[in-house]
């Protein structure tokens, strides 16, 4: 079993940074694949940004390219988003999110920090 707790969010202003943080649980994290989703009031859940388990590899759609950088670090358990210049269409709940590499999806969800920005 995985926990994920996320913590960083809050009120910005357009052009701001804010890094969100995911602690994850469990002995098992350098296997887990991890991910930051978001969603906006109205719509529908938006992929972020992703990390494969050993960091070698990290992706973002167009949306946050460039401004977005996921991170994490496998001996604390912990996994980051550093968000750069940020937009009011960045405001969402952003959730942490975990998989190990054979899985299919994303079976691990964290309860979602609130990020604001404002113009």
């Known amino acids: 079993q995985v926990q994920l707790v996320e913590s960083g969010g809050g009120l910005v202003q357009a052009g701001g940074s804010l890094r969100l943080s995911c602690a994850a649980s469990?002995?098992?994290?350098?296997?887990?694949?991890m991910g930051w989703f978001r969603q906006a009031p109205g719509k529908e859940r938006e992929f972020v940004a992703s990390i494969t388990y050993i960091g070698a590899s990290t992706y973002y759609p167009d949306s946050v390219k460039g401004r977005f950088t996921i991170s994490r670090d496998n001996a604390k358990n912990m996994v980051y988003l550093q968000m750069n210049n940020l937009k009011p269409e960045d405001t969402a709940v952003y959730y942490c999110?975990?998989?190990?590499?054979?899985?299919?999806?994303?079976?691990?969800w964290g309860q979602g920090t609130q990020v604001t920005v404002s113009s």
């Open positions: 469990g002995r098992t994290f350098s296997s887990l694949n």
């Open positions: 999110a975990a998989r190990f590499a054979s899985a299919p999806r994303y079976d691990y």
